[in-house]
């Protein structure tokens, strides 16, 4: 009997020690395992938590389509990983994506299991019923000088009437994909928990303004329930242009070089290829300082010169007088400036950059500090502010 008891101890001992408290990812099998020997040791509501925090790892945290790509990356993602180790990673995942989720908050997504062959329950959350899914494009954070900053992009589910189909404590992986004339610019993922979902924002400083094409965006949304993939694709989505990030270039000067056996001959050299032409013996005017024409631009704004201001201008994006003085899309908001610093970039005879900071407050006291890159022409002599770019 007493041989009995030991070996029973000692199975126990055993049991108890081989437990795994992080994460094993050497296979499926010994994932699921470690994953239930964690759970165990976790109480009720710390174990529900501990789910979704699973959960939202295996949609937000990972790169990968598909149930066993995304099993794959997840084991990856969590090799070696403790309990607690794996909440902050949550917790970081969920703020990444504005997903309003944290791993000491009550449990907010219902019944959930990272791993398919679960136990059926009584009802799947994740199994809504709709026809189909509605996009709604909205602009906002809206500058009184640049515009909207940002774009809100908000999907429903729907019935066949349009109308918005209720539920709630479901996770329903919900992706969003931004493209422009066919290719793709951004992408997000986050989870739909009810139909007041907050949806996606896109900030139009995150935009390349060189792969926006004319200015507008294909946005396509995905939300993927229990049973059935919804898909909605807005096309031609107006942006922000005046928001948009900019790649700023400055070409570089070319150099002259004098010929040694013809002293009075000029070539100028390209600093791309390092060839030589012959320089142009007509010279243009000399035009003066290409920042004191901005320094002009500027005074005369925020005096409220306008006119003045788009005289010293040759742009061909700010059109007529009308649209260049207008209080919404022009320079008609602005009541006054605080210029900070004035400095040129690179100067040649014909085109030169300037950079300046200031403050601009509009004519309903806000204040906004802008960094703006102008772009010169020499216009017979005069240096003309002929583009404008907000870095």
Known sequence: MKK???LFIIFATCTISCKKDSVDPSSTQNFRASINDMTSSLNTLQQTKFNEALYILK????????????????????????VPEIFALADQVALQNNFLWTSSGPPSLGVL??????????????????????????PSAIDSILGP?????????????????????AALETTMVVTSNGSQVLSSKNLMIDNNFQ??????ANLPADKIYDDRIDVTVTVKTAKKT??????????????????????????????????TSTTVENPIDNTTVPKDPAKPKTAGEPKTTV???LNNLSSQNLKNAYDTSANPSWGTFENFSNANSGFGNV?????????????????????????????????????????????????????????
């Open 4 to 6: 009995f008891l030991l």
């Open 59 to 82: 949609t937000l945290g990972v790169q990968a389509e598909g149930e066993e790509a995304q099993m794959k990356s997840l084991r990856e993602l969590l090799a070696g990983k403790k």
């Open 113 to 138: 299991n990272i791993f398919e062959d679960i136990k059926a329950i009584e009802k799947d959350p994740n199994e809504i019923i709709a026809s189909a899914l509605s996009v709604t494009t909205r």
């Open 149 to 169: 900053r940002v774009l809100q992009i908000i999907p429903r589910l729907v019935d066949n009437t349009g109308n918005p189909v209720d539920f709630k404590g």
């Open 199 to 204: 949806g996606f924002t896109i900030k139009f």
């Open 230 to 263: 919804y898909k909605m694709t807005k096309v031609g989505v107006a942006v922000n242009s005046r928001a948009m990030q900019r790649i700023q270039i400055i070409d570089e000067d070319p150099v002259e070089v004098t010929n040694p056996e013809n002293p």
């Open 295 to 297: 320094q002009n631009f």
């Open 335 to 391: 009541k006054k400036l605080n210029v900070k610093n004035i400095k040129t970039n690179s100067t040649s005879a014909n085109a030169s950059s300037v950079n300046a900071t200031y403050d601009v407050t509009d004519k309903n006291g806000k204040t906004t500090a802008l960094q703006v890159t102008f772009g010169l022409k020499n216009v017979n002599g005069e240096w003309k502010i002929s583009s404008y770019k907000i870095n």
